[in-house]
């Protein structure tokens, strides 16, 4: 693109870059283009109405920077319902300025519980006025609002036939339920949709979900769903699943451990073609047994320790889907798997089997990632006698030290490995306090280890 010669870009090296260039620049300098990479959501308003002040120029690519993100937890419009009194002044820009909605591509909407007092039609028929107009929104992400069902969910289906190009919808709601047939009526039908985020309780309010009508409706494109403490039943995830055409990355985190891994092996059968990621939260103790050795696309993958704690390595051949490059072992707190001895030799030998199979297998594998948060405390001591805790001082280490050695075979083998340090916080786990905590841990039986 050219640029016509001012006084202004004469002066300026930045002023004689393309407006290409100097958009990529000026979105750097207002923070992020991913609202979930930056906790910070306060500095792009600040910094986009300071850049707006600069010239003409540079106000006419800032403005949409300005006006991308409505973020209604940020400091800056601080409430939806009720209305603060930035956001009536927002309403009332654009309902003057069509132009202005036009520019909204994020929206991130957060309501009050019933129980802080916010509950007058005349707020939420202020929030719809003001979000029907921002019909160009693309992700529409919404906290805690599901509390106040019936009020919330009457604003959305007025709303969200006015946001067809939705691509990423986020739904998050602690304890309340998130039913889909609320979610995808005959009205809502998304056309854009690319990527679903529930994180709370989804369920499905028909006793029969085969007979959902919003499951025999045209389906929105989602490529990609990530879905956190689901309450319905195996049978209600697998119409779920069916009722996509082509998912290519799946997040899975059930509300209870009474799911195995097997139980995957059926669900994903419509996407064997297509799926690419699965990362599977977490899992009981049985029936773990999990052949992706038929998914051609399937690059990464992400899996419970409790599930393969001990026999990760024996289902290695099962787990070498062709184009497996990065893989990762999460020991989940709600697992009871952040303890001293959640790593030790077992899941050190299990890992490395598994690593040796899958590059056997020919598999491209690059990455291996553990994630470990530990406590600095053992699981519920048991007394041992005087030789069982000395075999057992001679088995155990400082996990750490596990995945030190792990990280240096494996670096020989073209695979890099990492993991959590023991120093992060919230938590820190010194060899030190390994020690004085291992010792505590052997000697109920009036036997004190020697390290």
Known sequence: MNVPSTPESRDSPLLRLPNELLIEILTLAVGRKDMALDDDQSKDHKTAWSLTLVCKRISGISYPLLYRTIDFMSPTLESLIPMSRAGRLLSRSLCANPELSAMCR???????????????????????????????????????????????WRMLDQIFPHMPRITDLT??????????????????????????????????????????????????????????????????????????????????????DAWSLSLFQGF?????????????????????????????????????????????????????????????????????????????????????????????????????????????????PIAREGAEATELALSMRYPWDWMDELRDEFEEWGVLLSYDPPFDEPRSVTREQYEEEFRRWTSFSGHESDL
């Open 106 to 152: 994020e929206l991130v909407v957060w309501i009050p519980s019933i129980e802080s007092g916010y509950s007058r039609d005349s707020d939420y028929e202020a929030a719809t006025t003001l979000l029907t107009q921002l019909t160009n929104i693309q992700n529409f992400q919404s906290f805690n609002g599901l509390q106040n069902s019936d009020s919330v």
């Open 268 to 380: 994903l059968e419509p996407h064997r073609s297509t799926l690419k990621s699965l990362y599977i939260g977490d899992q009981g103790n049985v029936d773990n047994r999990l052949d992706l050795t038929g998914y051609p696309k399937l690059e990464i993958l992400s899996l419970p320790a409790l599930a393969h704690r001990e026999t990760l390595g024996d289902h290695a051949l099962l787990l070498a889907a062709p184009k497996l490059r990065s893989f990762t072992w999460h020991f989940g707190i709600e697992q009871d798997l952040n303890s001293l001895d959640s790593f030790q030799k077992s899941e050190a030998d299990a890992l490395r089997t598994f690593v040796k199979t899958v590059l056997a297998c020919g598999c491209p594998l690059k990455l291996v990632y553990i994630w470990f948060l530990a406590n600095a405390q053992f699981s519920t």
């Open 171 to 256: 739904m998050s709601q602690d304890y309340i339920p998130i039913f889909m047939e609320r979610l995808f009526k005959p009205d809502n039908r998304f056309p854009a949709l690319r990527r679903l985020h529930i994180v709370g309780c989804l369920a499905f309010s028909s006793s029969n979900i085969h007979d959902a009508v919003w499951l025999k409706d045209r389906i929105p494109p989602i490529m990609d769903l990530n879905i956190h403490d689901f309450r319905g039943s195996s049978q209600d995830f697998a119409a779920f699943l069916s009722w996509l055409e082509a998912l290519e990355n799946l997040t899975f985190h059930p509300d209870k």
